[in-house]
């Protein structure tokens, strides 16, 4: 039973750059949210995907988009990269009602914008 | 606003004592507190999860109580050992009651173990 998995593990990025990350939920799980966190902080909601569709979403600009696939995968986009953007990106997928189920979290993919 | 707080920001212990983690929220409603470990790269691991109705929550050496009137919560470890060393992460789900709930962390303690 294959948890939830991301990639790349690292990413090194240039300002104004654009990056995609990546996220496969743990099997059976349909819901995926994001999260950024910067060193020495805990973790901030960036948006939340269910079938499909961006239902939640942070304090986080536009240049921050997602996409959730049939297959419940999903991708973090981000736009004109700053250099404040460098961060640990953490996936979590659940199963339907947030609330209830335990969230699992991925290994993160650790942003360094140059 | 709502806000997830806790204390200490960071704390050293010797192998083999116990320590206390405290946790105060202003999340309302809310309808379940988890504390999570996290190594340093990587992503949370959860240890206990308590509905606003449970007062405390065992998993191992570790204990988590819940007083939602203060709204507070600790996580307790005992006999500690040099894996414990990590980031303690205090979560309060806030109830919309819609079927997606929200998130909300704290900054997290972070504990070192010593031999």
């Known amino acids: 039973d294959a948890g939830v998995t991301q990639s790349p593990t690292h990413l090194i990025k240039t300002r104004g750059q654009q990056v995609t990350l990546r996220c496969s939920p743990k099997s059976g799980h349909d819901t995926v949210s994001w999260y950024q966190q910067a060193l020495g902080q805990g973790p901030q909601f960036i948006f939340q995907?269910?079938?499909?569709?961006?239902?939640q979403r942070g304090n986080f600009p536009d240049r921050f988009s997602g996409h959730q696939f049939p297959n419940y995968s999903s991708e973090l986009n981000v736009n004109a990269l700053l250099l404040g953007d460098s961060a640990l990106y953490l996936c979590?997928?659940?199963?339907?009602?947030?609330?209830?189920?335990?969230?699992?979290f991925g290994p993160g993919t650790r942003l360094t914008v140059l | 606003k709502n806000q997830v707080e806790q204390s200490p920001q960071s704390l050293i212990i010797l192998e083999g004592k116990n320590c206390t983690l405290q946790c105060n929220y202003t999340v309302s409603p809310f309808s379940n507190l988890r504390w999570y470990k996290q190594d340093t790269g990587r992503g949370p691991v959860s240890l206990t999860i308590?509905?606003?109705?449970?007062n405390t929550k065992s998993n191992g050496r570790y204990t988590a109580t819940l007083d939602a009137d203060t709204k507070q919560s600790s996580l307790h470890i005992t006999a500690s050992q040099l894996s414990d060393s990590a980031s303690y992460i205090c979560?309060?789900?806030?109830?919309?009651?819609?079927?997606?709930?929200?998130?909300?962390f704290g900054r997290g303690t972070q504990l070192t173990v010593w031999p």
């Open positions: 979590a997928s659940s199963l339907g009602v947030a609330g209830t189920d335990t969230q699992y």
């Open positions: 995907y269910y079938e499909e569709e961006e239902r």
């Open positions: 308590m509905t606003f109705s449970e």
């Open positions: 979560v309060v789900i806030f109830d919309r009651g819609s079927t997606l709930g929200r998130l909300y």
